[in-house]
């Protein structure tokens, strides 16, 4: 109260002290009534957002299982690197291919001979043909040194294909132009017309003047001896679903310690293991998570905060009986998740025969993919189960929603009681305010009557 209180004044009596426990006594119990809901809204609140989140990050874990693609991948090696890279899709078929890189494909360059770098050549314009296709460059007097003629020959809009730059050394500099793509379909000419405006009568016809520095070559590599000519180093599908990246000649009629390289396809099969044992740890971790949280101890008679919870228990059964029903669509001998030695311990974790399922691998690969990433297969079935609790639709999504609107609820509900305890501390004052007027005036009542008997004669004439 905003009011000054002070003591009874007719009775003396403590009355805020009354006050006060007596609004005490009125609000302890709602309180702790308070406290409690408040303290199992939040431990559920808490216990479903622990839940949920083991559970999505299952769900995360099980897209790389449900993809197609993850059963699809091929893995590449060589038996001497260094000469080339490769990589597989889908369509490339597992085997060994004995490589041979001949020549690797190289840019046409050319150069002009030794010039002054700091001299304007004057206005003109600069010719350049790259394959079957060419362009000109129109050169102003006032940037005609060759940097800026490098400059407007790489920035020109209708490039087809040359790039120049300035090679300066002990003799000069010279300005150099070479395709900006390899092979011999793509070599290059440069030709110029000046106008001889340059500095002191120089002329830009000194540019069409140009020799060769590097030939444009194709890349040739043979693939189980028959040969393979490419304008790029960068090679497609000369065996199937395959792209080639040849780095270094290894041409033993050249050099006989650079020896021929043998290329290996597979089926990416360390990668699709070490899914399987994150499945499997994933999975482990929800079912630790659910069991603390349904946890009892007959020994401290503590439970855990979901003990005895519907959702819990519906959550478990459904997963158990995911994983050791066959799967339809699935072929033998890879119809179930125990068949590729995954199996369930009394706890509800499960655990992982490693080398019953390095065999399967190795033997049944892509059996594995239709049991886990077919339609009706592992993945699909158990994410749309886990969808159904962690959607937005979601049996734990709705939980989430009805104790936040519960802990909202709660929330008014002790903002509206605390306006009550105001009001009612108030009513209370007034009443012991009322019964120590009520007092005060009984005890001036009681001090006149006092007092009349005072002024009252005694019998002998006198006074009292």
């Known amino acids: 109260m905003g009011d000054l209180k002070l003591p009874g004044v007719g009775s003396g009596f403590p009355i805020q002290s009354f006050v006060d426990a007596t609004v005490a006594g009125e609000r302890a119990p709602k309180e702790k009534m308070f406290a409690r809901r408040a303290n199992d809204i939040s431990v559920q609140l808490s216990s479903y957002g622990t839940l949920k989140g083991v559970l999505e990050e299952f769900k995360n874990s099980l897209k790389t299982l449900g993809d197609e693609e993850a059963f699809e991948k091929r893995s590449t090696s060589f038996s001497n690197s260094g000469f080339a890279t490769a990589t597989a899709d889908k369509n490339a078929v597992a085997g060994s291919y004995t490589l041979v890189v001949k020549q690797l494909a190289e840019a046409h360059k050319v150069s002009t001979g030794s010039l002054d770098a700091e001299k304007k050549y004057g206005s003109g314009t600069l010719t350049l043909g790259v394959g079957d296709e060419s362009f000109s460059v129109s050169i102003d007097k006032e940037k005609s040194t060759l940097a800026e003629m490098a400059e407007a020959i790489n920035n020109a809009e209708d490039n087809k294909g040359v790039r120049a730059t300035v090679v300066t050394d002990d003799t000069g500099s010279r300005l150099v132009f070479f395709s ?18 340059g500095d002191n009568g120089a002329t830009l016809d000194v540019l069409g003047a140009t020799t060769e520095v590097q030939a444009a070559k194709d890349a040739q590599v043979t693939i189980d001896g028959a040969l393979i000519t490419s304008q790029s180093n960068e090679i497609e599908n000369a065996i199937q679903g395959v792209t080639l990246d040849l780095k270094k000649v290894n041409d033993t009629s050249v050099d006989s310690e650079k020896p021929e390289t043998k290329l290996t ?31 009892y101890d007959p020994e401290t008679e503590r439970a855990g905060p979901l003990n005895g919870d519907g959702t819990a228990r519906n959550l478990t059964s459904q997963i158990r009986r995911m994983l050791s029903e066959p799967i339809e669509g699935a072929s033998a001998p890879v119809k179930s998740l125990t068949d590729l030695g995954i199996t369930t311990k009394k706890d509800g974790k499960i655990e992982l025969d490693d080398e019953l399922l390095k065999k399967q691998i190795d033997e049944n690969f892509s059996k594995i993919g239709q049991l886990f990433a077919s339609e009706e297969g592992v993945s699909k079935k158990l994410d749309d189960m886990l969808e159904s609790f962690v959607g937005k639709e979601g049996i734990l999504t709705q939980r989430d ?48 009557v006092v007092a009349a008997f005072d002024s009252m004669p005694d019998f002998s004439g006198g006074k009292q």
């Open 401 to 448: 929603t009805s104790l936040n609107e519960q802990m909202k609820k709660l929330n008014k509900e002790q903002a509206d009681f605390a306006l009550y305890i105001e009001k009612y501390e108030e009513r209370v004052y007034k009443q012991f305010s009322g019964m120590d007027i009520m007092v005060a005036q009984l005890n001036q009542q009681l001090n006149s």
């Open 180 to 197: 900006d793509k390899t092979g011999t379909e793509h070599q290059i000419s440069v030709s110029a017309t000046g106008n001889a405006d």
């Open 265 to 295: 396809i597979g089926y990416d099969k360390d990668t699709v293991e070490t899914n399987l044992q994150e499945f499997v740890k994933s999975f482990n971790t929800v079912m630790a998570t659910i069991n603390q949280l349904t946890s």
